[in-house]
Structure formats: structure tokens, C-alpha cells
């Protein structure tokens, strides 16, 4: 059973570094293909993909964030870190992370975690 | 990035309608569209992959159509679990980008 748990803190202030864990079980980033993925959505608004992780350890990311974002693994550990620099209150939102089975989610994000709220104030 | 444009933005229907929501593509993704659920406080569900295929354990009621630009998830028969918020998805190219959602609510 595929299980993917987000981690972080509930409140940053503005221009703090936003630091978000996903913690997985059920299967291995060193598997050919795997990826792990994270999204994220402000309240009431859409879904907003950000950045994944593949089983080589090649990255990539939305462009409008590349500059803020860093996203690493520890495969020991079956988890993903994904940062996030100068936050600001439009950066509120519940942050996703979620696996594919391909760089370009050619069968979906499968597997999703439950979310985890970042609020961005002073 | 490919801007992807659901339609309508939310509708009404009733139990046992059939509803159909489209998405578009500002370009060809070829069959490269994803469909998910959300209901409200959870995370997405994915319903369909590359445009047409059902992912396991997703009810038979839920099917998706098009290629190109121009694609469709059709509820055959609306449940009372179905009236929730659904988003398209393409997985063309990165940026990965989603569509707007599309609320459907009780009427």
C-alpha cells in the first residue's frame, strides 16, 4: 500500500525559508520511473503543480518558482524535501506532495498525501 | 506553459444526470490529460489517465474522451458522492499545469 505524509510547519513569516518533508512507504525512489511530485493549492483556488523528483535524482520546476524552489531526497530515509525561500502571504496554501510513475505524470499522480496547510504572516 | 481551461466553472444536476465537463488545451497534448476528484478538506483523486483509461477502483460511471486540445469527463449517472470539484490535468510537458476546476453542486 502507496502512503505519502507532508510535514511542516503551519505558520512561516514572510521572507522565511519554507522547509516541507514528505515521508513515503510502499515503494522506492530508486525504482525506474518513480517520481515524487509536489502541488500545491491556495484556499478555494486551483491546483498549482511546483516540483518533482525523479529515481535518477533529476529535478525539475514550474518556472515562475525555479529561482525559490530546491527539492532533494533521501532514499535511505524514503523521503522527499522540498524548500521554498522569501515566502509571502500568496504562498498560503495546503501543500501536496503525491508520486507518478513517470516524469511527466503520463499515468496521473496516483498516490497523494493528505495535505499539509502553510499559512505565510507576520 | 500549456493553459488548460475547464467549462463550465460549476453547474447543477441532480442525482442519476448525466454530466459532462470539458477541458482545453492552448495546445495539442496529444492524449496526455488527467482527470481527479476533490472533494472538500481531501486531497485529489485520480479518476482517468491519458484521456480515456480509468484508474483502478474508479466506479465504471466516470469515462473521458478527446485528443488534441479538446477533452471530456462524462458522469453517466451523478451520485450523491459525485457532487464535488473536478480538475483536468496535463501530462504533456512540463510545466505540468491544471485546469481551473469545475464544482458540481446539488441542484
Known amino acids: 500500500q502507496v502512503t505519502l505524509r507532508e510535514s511542516g510547519p503551519a505558520l512561516v513569516k514572510p521572507t522565511q525559508t519554507l522547509i516541507l518533508t514528505c515521508t513515503f512507504s510502499g515503494f522506492s525512489l530508486t525504482t525506474t520511473e518513480v517520481c515524487v511530485n509536489w502541488i500545491r493549492q491556495p484556499p478555494g483556488k486551483a491546483l498549482e503543480w511546483l516540483a518533482l523528483?525523479?529515481?535518477?535524482?533529476?529535478?525539475y520546476y514550474t518556472p515562475s518558482l525555479k529561482t525559490r524552489l530546491s527539492i532533494s531526497k533521501d532514499t535511505s530515509k524514503n523521503q522527499v524535501v522540498l524548500r521554498m525561500t522569501n515566502m509571502d502571504p500568496l504562498d498560503s496554501a495546503t501543500y501536496y506532495c503525491a508520486r507518478s510513475d513517470n516524469i511527466a505524470s503520463r499515468h496521473g499522480f496516483d498516490s497523494w498525501g493528505q495535505g499539509t496547510l502553510v499559512t505565510v504572516s507576520s | 506553459d500549456i493553459q488548460m481551461t475547464q467549462s463550465p466553472s460549476s453547474l447543477s444536476a441532480s442525482v442519476g444526470d448525466r454530466v459532462t465537463i470539458t477541458c482545453r488545451a492552448s495546445q495539442s497534448i496529444s492524449k496526455y490529460l488527467n482527470w481527479y476528484q476533490q472533494s472538500p478538506g481531501k486531497a485529489p483523486k485520480l479518476l482517468i489517465y491519458a484521456a480515456s483509461t480509468l484508474q483502478s477502483g474508479v466506479p465504471s460511471r466516470f469515462s473521458g474522451s478527446g485528443s488534441g486540445t479538446d477533452f471530456t469527463l462524462t458522469i453517466s449517472s451523478l451520485q450523491p458522492e459525485d457532487f464535488t470539484t473536478y480538475y483536468c490535468q496535463q501530462s504533456y510537458t512540463s510545466p505540468l499545469t491544471f485546469g481551473g476546476g469545475t464544482k458540481v453542486e446539488m441542484k
Open positions: 523528483i525523479d529515481w535518477e535524482d533529476d529535478k
